[in-house]
């Protein structure tokens, strides 16, 4: 009977170690595709589950806003976000996987192109440097920190506030905008999707190009720092085996 119930208190005092970690990630509630989407597994869920499941670790994905998303991060109420760019508002509140002081792209998702489109026919144009012809902002998807911050350092007017690519591209061809900014995978397969490649063209010139990572809070990092270092280095792995 003593042995039984010593066996019992051993159990209750190790119980809580022993319980798998869940590290909660917000995403965007907008399909982010191949990487994120709301209803289903995209491919940066699959390398968060994958290289946290290889620490003992479970996932929970809650797919939310990407404006609330970041502002939850850095509250505390999301332990991370994906995928995220190494902008200034990210930096400010989580951290990525770094390599000598900089944002390591090794241990990242990969790279995001972003490129500019316009309506056929459309004055306004980008060379790679600057927008010319614009006599409205440029548009682009909202809360997405690293088109804000390039936008603002070209000191052009711009508006983020369309809640989907395809809104963007409904503005566009009512006349309530001239050009806009995306990722190139999400522009290609939108405009074969909406049927819009007649009215709707991709300019030449990339407007950015980066690397996109898993963020993770400040204070979740400090209390897991060795476990989420380990994520991020399996999530370049993987990323890269599958290559």
């Given at each position: 009977?003593?042995?039984?119930?010593?066996?019992?208190?051993?159990?209750?005092?190790?119980?809580?170690?022993?319980?798998?970690?869940?590290?909660?990630?917000?995403?965007?509630?907008?399909?982010?595709?191949?990487?994120?989407?709301?209803?289903?597994?995209?491919?940066?869920?699959?390398?968060?589950?994958?290289?946290?499941?290889?620490?003992?670790?479970?996932?929970?994905?809650?797919?939310?806003?990407?404006?609330?998303?970041?502002?939850?991060?850095?509250?505390?109420?999301?332990?991370?976000a994906a995928p995220v760019s190494a902008t200034t508002g990210v930096l400010d509140n989580m951290i990525l996987p770094e390599l000598d002081g900089s944002p390591d792209a090794q241990r990242s998702f990969g790279v995001v192109r972003a490129v500019v489109f316009r309506v056929r026919g459309s004055q306004a144009d980008w060379d790679g440097q600057r927008f010319s012809g614009l006599d409205k902002p440029v548009l682009y998807g909202s809360g997405v920190l690293a088109f804000k911050d390039r936008l603002e350092a070209l000191k052009v007017p711009s508006d983020d506030s369309a809640k989907s690519l395809s809104q963007i591209m409904t503005l566009l061809v009512i006349g309530r905008g001239q050009i806009a900014v995306s990722t190139e995978y999400q522009t290609l397969a939108a405009l074969k999707e909406g049927g819009l490649e007649d009215r709707i063209e991709v300019l030449p010139v990339p407007f950015m190009q980066g690397a996109v990572f898993l963020g993770v809070g400040r204070g979740f990092y400090a209390a897991n720092q060795q476990v989420i270092e380990r994520i991020w280095t399996t999530i370049g792995e993987l990323r890269a085996a599958k290559q």
């Open positions: 009977m003593l042995r039984m119930l010593h066996l019992l208190i051993l159990g209750l005092a190790f119980a809580p170690f022993c319980a798998a970690q869940v590290l909660r990630v917000c995403i965007d509630d907008q399909p982010f595709p191949p990487l994120t989407f709301p209803d289903r597994e995209g491919q940066v869920q699959y390398l968060i589950r994958q290289a946290a499941s290889q620490q003992g670790w479970a996932v929970e994905f809650l797919s939310v806003p990407r404006r609330r998303c970041h502002a939850g991060v850095a509250s505390g109420q999301y332990h991370a």
